[in-house]
């Protein structure tokens, strides 16, 4: 079930947010619903990201060299 939500934003952004939307051929309630989840997803990466990069740094995650990949790979011949 889609939520309506409201959000008030300056004259100049809504401007701009109207010639994207109309350069795009989305209506502005769809537009901003797509960049809304474009940034949602990016964050949630960002977050994984972040947590394997905190697992390297405590030492609970191990990294590679391309090098030592291809080796236990058995790619190096």
Not at 28 to 35: E, G, H, L, P
């Amino acid at each position: 079930m889609n939520k309506r939500i409201a959000v008030e934003i300056p004259e100049a952004m809504y401007r701009l947010l109207m010639r994207y939307a109309d350069i795009h051929g989305f209506d502005t309630d769809a537009y901003v619903a797509q960049v809304l989840h474009k940034h949602l997803e990016d964050l949630h990466a960002l977050a994984v990201v972040e947590a394997h990069m905190e697992d390297v740094r405590n030492g609970n995650s191990r990294t590679y060299t391309m090098v030592q990949l291809e080796q236990e790979l058995g790619l190096d011949d």
